[in-house]
């Protein structure tokens, strides 16, 4: 229970994010029902750059009801300047992440997300300003931005001479 770093629970669905120095293991799961199987998705690896985030968030594991849309789970990683997390559907509605210690998980129930709406998951300061918007349908090693460490050396996206600082994170 000590690698427990978040997990919530929505009906009939749940998702919790392990964590220690090593690597990660999230999972989300659906439950049984009367003419449904059990169904989820999983993700677990050793950390590429444990010390490191590609900016304030790394999402680690996201799934969804339907091939471009529908309800969805999201866990990852935040730094420590992130004080809020939100899913912004794109439709005027949001959901809120729960964070604890450097993790966070969130879960739709009856959003209808759709890609086309752009959902973005955007982290706010502990004053409200915002830090980053990402898209939440595209993977972040497709995302024209590149992170280096303080020392310039390039630890997420593509080499380039714009990239942005890569951001601490601690459990």
């Given amino acids: 229970m000590t690698d427990l770093a978040v997990a919530t629970e929505r009906g009939s669905r ?12 999230t999972c989300d799961v659906r439950a049984a029902g009367p003419r449904r199987e059990p169904s989820g998705g999983l993700s677990a690896d050793r950390w590429p750059h444990g010390e490191w985030l590609p900016g304030p968030v790394q999402r680690l594991l996201l799934t969804s009801t339907e ?16 004080n809020r997390l939100v899913l912004d559907h794109g439709d005027g509605r949001t959901t809120a992440a729960r964070l604890s210690g450097g993790a966070f998980g969130l879960m739709t129930t009856g959003a209808r997300l759709r890609a086309d709406d752009r959902p973005e998951l955007i ?30 050396a390039l630890i997420y996206g593509r080499s380039a001479t714009n990239c942005l600082p890569a951001e601490a994170w601690r459990r």
């Fill in 14 to 25: 749940a998702l919790v994010l392990f964590m220690n120095d090593v690597g990660y293991a």
């Fill in 67 to 82: 091939h471009d849309g529908g309800d969805v789970s999201v866990s990852g990683r935040v730094s420590g300047r992130v």
């Fill in 123 to 152: 982290s706010y300061d502990d004053r409200g300003a915002v830090l980053d918007r990402r898209p939440l349908f595209q993977a972040e090693n497709q995302l024209d931005r590149c992170y280096t460490t303080p020392s310039g």
